[in-house]
Each structure stands twice: as structure tokens, then as C-alpha cells.
């Protein structure tokens, strides 16, 4: 499946999670996408993208081994439904968004409880979740560098090419 339609998924199912071990469920969703997306885009994507690529695909991966909890199987891993990354600024800008989403609801989660334990789960997943964000943000620039370059390169050759 195409990552940014996994990752409308996922923020549709963060946004509908309403008790507290559904939105540690989707945390850990969404880290197991980055995971999944930074690993795709390190094998496959553009070149100036694959070290950063590797770097959010170990990010996601320590998000995914802070957050316990005992259905996150339960309903199976969206991640490994992930197929292809056609867009790499769409799905990171997507990414993004929703890495920011669950930053927030882990907040939330964090605040509300009286449970030591998920509240350092909770702080921990905040940090990779921030470290994972990190690096779309860092993708996302040399995107936009190359995107940049290119359309300089572009004015240059047709100016050389103009009488």
C-alpha cells in the first residue's frame, strides 16, 4: 500500500482513539511506519535522502521498543502493509503531521495518568517520537535543496540555450 495512504490511516485511527492504551496502540503505529518508511526510502530513495532515511527507520524503531502494551498486534501491523513510497515529500510531510499528533496525545496520556510506569512510557515515546520528526524535518530540507538545485539548473541551461 502506498505510504501517504497508510499514514491517513493512521492519523484517521489516532484521531478516533479515545482510551488511553488505543492511543499508546497508535503511538506505536505510527513509529512502525516511520520505521517502515525510513527503511523503504534508505533502499529505494533518492540518494541524498538514504543516511537520514536510515536514521528515521532507527528512530522509529526505538519508538517502537518503548511503547508496551498488550493488543498492539491485535489488529496487525500497518506497517507491513507498506508497498511503495511514490511521493517521498508527500508521505514525509504526512509523517510529520501525524509523528506531531502523537506527540501530542501521548501528552495528554501522559498527564492523565497516575501510573508511573506508562508515564515514563509515555515521556520516553514523546523523545523518540521528537527524534523521528527530527529527521522527516532533516529529509524534508534536502528535498527541498534538490528541488531548489534543480530549478536553478534548469534557468541556467535555458539561459545557455537562449540567443
Keep these: 500500500m502506498d505510504a ?5 490511516t493512521a492519523q484517521h485511527a489516532l484521531a478516533q482513539s479515545r482510551a488511553v492504551l488505543d492511543i499508546v ?3 506505536w503505529q505510527a ?3 516511520a520505521q517502515a518508511i525510513g527503511g523503504h526510502l534508505a533502499a529505494t530513495g533518492p540518494p541524498e535522502l538514504r543516511g537520514e532515511a536510515r536514521g528515521l527507520s532507527e528512530a522509529g524503531s526505538r ?14 501491523i500497518r506497517a507491513t502493509q507498506l508497498s511503495e513510497v511514490p511521493d517521498p515529500a508527500g508521505a514525509l510531510s504526512s509523517l510529520s503531521v501525524l509523528l506531531g499528533d ?14 508511573e510506569g506508562l508515564y515514563w512510557q509515555c515521556i520516553e515515546a514523546i523523545d523518540a517520537a521528537d527524534e523521528s520528526s527530527d529527521r522527516v524535518r532533516g529529509m524534508l530540507r534536502r528535498l527541498t535543496l534538490r528541488k531548489g538545485d534543480r530549478s536553478a539548473e534548469a534557468l541556467r541551461d535555458s539561459a545557455a540555450g537562449a540567443p
Excluded: F, N, W
Aim: glycine share 8%.
Design 31 to 33: 513509529q512502525a511506519l
Design 102 to 115: 502523537v506527540s501530542m496525545a501521548l501528552v495528554t496520556v501522559a498527564c492523565a495518568t497516575d501510573e
Design 4 to 8: 501517504v495512504r497508510l499514514l491517513k
Design 63 to 76: 519508538g517502537c521498543a518503548v511503547l508496551e502494551h498488550p493488543g498492539l498486534r491485535r489488529d496487525g
Design 25 to 27: 496502540a497508535e503511538a
